[in-house]
């Protein structure tokens, strides 16, 4: 597969293959990561697709001093605090919100897989965090960045996200055992 640098100027020349082949390369990984940030497939959909128009829109704006990737993963970011900011969102959560106490009432049937109910539980615990420690969490344990290219994609320093990682996994990890506590105190009943 051509380096992102050699796609870049294919693109900048006007080459529709080339856009194809980057955003082939990166749609996963973005969908992912956006996936993971708002918990919703449908808006992550429309959330990735919206980044990869922008993407498409700021090309030119890239710098070649750090990775492409890099780059594209700031782009997701900044376009999910957007969407965090925005009304859209605000509607939709006050909708999921009800959902969810919908699902907990029907979660209560006694034969639920226990490895499924375990992910359920890290997945709500990683979205109860503050946006910025959820962020530097999916980066580094979904997305495998390292701790300098998390710093770079969030524009923060490398102490920051190692702080933001510490007091997100502290939270998760407190999250976790309040969930098997109460587990517990709901069998003895």
Same mark, same amino acid.
């Given at each position: ?69 890099? *780059? ?11 969407? *965090? ?23 209560? %049937? ?41 710093? %770079? ?7 920051? %996200? ?28």
């Amino acid at each position: 597969m051509p380096e992102d640098q050699e796609l870049i100027k294919e693109i900048l020349r006007g080459s529709q293959a080339a856009m194809e082949v980057l955003t082939r390369k990166y749609y996963k990984p973005i969908y992912a990561f956006v996936y993971r940030k708002v918990g919703n497939r449908d808006t992550a959909y429309d959330l990735t697709q919206e980044i990869f128009i922008k993407m498409i829109q700021r090309i030119e704006s890239y710098s070649s001093k750090g990775s492409f990737k890099s *780059w594209l993963y700031q782009v997701a970011v900044n376009h999910c605090r957007d969407y *965090w900011r925005s009304s859209e969102y605000k509607q939709t959560s006050k909708h999921a919100e009800l959902l969810d106490t919908i699902k907990c009432e029907q979660k209560s %049937v006694p034969y639920i897989f226990e490895r499924k109910e375990m992910r359920e539980q890290v997945k709500q615990a990683i979205h109860s965090l503050p946006d910025i420690q959820r962020e530097a969490v999916i980066l580094k344990y979904f997305h495998h960045m390292k701790i300098q290219e998390i710093a %770079v994609v969030t524009q923060a320093n490398v102490s920051t %996200v190692k702080s933001r990682l510490k007091q997100g996994l502290s939270k998760i990890a407190a999250s976790l055992e309040r969930g098997e506590k109460s587990e517990k105190k709901r069998i003895r009943k």
